[in-house]
Each structure stands twice: as structure tokens, then as C-alpha cells.
């Protein structure tokens, strides 16, 4: 695949994590792997825990020039420093963090497996809309997003887009040509070596 076609990677944190651990774990994947951007993803609603684990992630990615996110905490944004959010309601708040957060920051929206609910993110102002899960999962209803709205997407649709959830090489290997970015978390967080994990989960890519 010619590397200007090649889908890049977003990498998703753990839900939780250990700050004397992780940063460096984050830093061996910066400096092996060619990241577009870091999307903190915790699920604590505790905002010092949430804080220290933001600054912590933000010095090792903007070491590197590499672009910080965060799930949902809009207000938080601003004052710690980081590049943008990730909203997990679709389409429904996306304009709003647009006025909020102002024309540079990044507002990307997750939109589950409805091609209509991205559709009106990317109208509302999202600089990309993610769709997932790809793979097969038991969690929520079990249900996965079609390879159809991909392809459809990429023929279409201008604004870029993120397949994310239950990634094998094999999936990888399938949407690598109708995707922009692929969003990799705990498919690498949960072995001993994310770095390997990680080149080999893309390695179709080339």
C-alpha cells in the first residue's frame, strides 16, 4: 500500500492505568510506531485521577509532536493542555464543542455502526467520524459495524474516518483500503510487549 494511501493510527489508552507505568509504555510505542494521535479513554469520572493521567500522557505525546485527545471532558481541555476531544455520542454534541473549543481544536465523533448518525457529525463540524466495532465482540449488544459503510464512506464522504474495536491483522489487512485510521487500544495494552503487538497487528498495512 504507498504510504500516502496507508490508514494512520490512532492509540487508544486503557480504561485505567498505573502513572509510574504507563508513560513509559506510551513513550516505546511513540518512538517505534508512527502514531497520528493519543486518545485518552479513561473511565474514571475522577478528576484528579483524570488530570495526572492527562498531563502525564500530553508530556510524552507532545515530546513527540504528536497529538492529545480526550474522551468526552470538554472543559476540561483547555486547561490541561491537550489538542482536542473525542465525543462518544455521535452526532449530538459535536457542534457545540465546535463553539466551545474554537476552530483549531480537534472534535472527532464515535458513532457506533450508523452511517446516518457520522453523516451528521461530519455536517455538524467533526474533523473525524469513528465507527466500531469491526471485530466480533461480546460486549454491548454484540453488534459490529458493516465493511459496507466503509466503502461507502471512502467513495463518498470527505471528512476521515476511524475503524475501531476488536482489530486483528486480518480486519486490518480487510479495511486498510477504505479506512483513514484504525484505533488501537486494548488490543496491544493487554501483552507484554505492545510494541510488537502493535507492528504486528499492522503489518498488512506495509
Known amino acids: 500500500m504507498a504510504a500516502e494511501d496507508r490508514p494512520q493510527i490512532t492509540l487508544i489508552t486503557p480504561p485505567a492505568f498505573e502513572l ?18 493519543v486518545r485518552l479513554s479513561l473511565a474514571t469520572r475522577d478528576e484528579d485521577t483524570l488530570s495526572r493521567a492527562a498531563d502525564a500522557c500530553r508530556e510524552v505525546a507532545h515530546a513527540r509532536d504528536v497529538a492529545i485527545v ?3 471532558h470538554i472543559l476540561m481541555i483547555e486547561r490541561l493542555g491537550l489538542d482536542g476531544v473525542h465525543l462518544l455520542d455521535g452526532a449530538r454534541t459535536v457542534r457545540k464543542a465546535r463553539k466551545d473549543l474554537g476552530a483549531d481544536a480537534i472534535v472527532g465523533a464515535f ?5 446516518h448518525e457520522g453523516m451528521s ?8 467520524v469513528g465507527f466500531g466495532p469491526i471485530g466480533a465482540t461480546t460486549l454491548g449488544d454484540g453488534s459490529q459495524v458493516d465493511f459496507d459503510v466503509f466503502e461507502w464512506w ?52 506495509g
Open 154 to 205: 471512502s467513495q463518498v464522504i470527505e471528512v476521515p474516518v476511524i475503524a475501531e474495536g476488536a482489530l486483528t491483522a486480518e480486519l486490518v489487512a480487510k479495511y486498510g483500503p477504505v479506512t483513514d485510521f484504525f484505533g488501537v487500544g486494548e488490543e496491544i495494552w493487554s501483552t507484554d510487549d505492545p510494541v510488537a503487538a502493535l507492528k504486528a497487528l499492522i503489518a498488512p498495512l
Open 70 to 72: 480526550i474522551d468526552t
Open 121 to 128: 457529525a461530519g455536517e455538524a463540524g467533526a474533523d473525524y
Open 111 to 115: 458513532c457506533g455502526t450508523s452511517r
Open 20 to 37: 509510574e507505568v504507563f508513560p513509559d509504555r506510551l513513550a516505546a510505542v511513540l518512538d517505534a510506531v508512527d502514531i497520528a494521535c
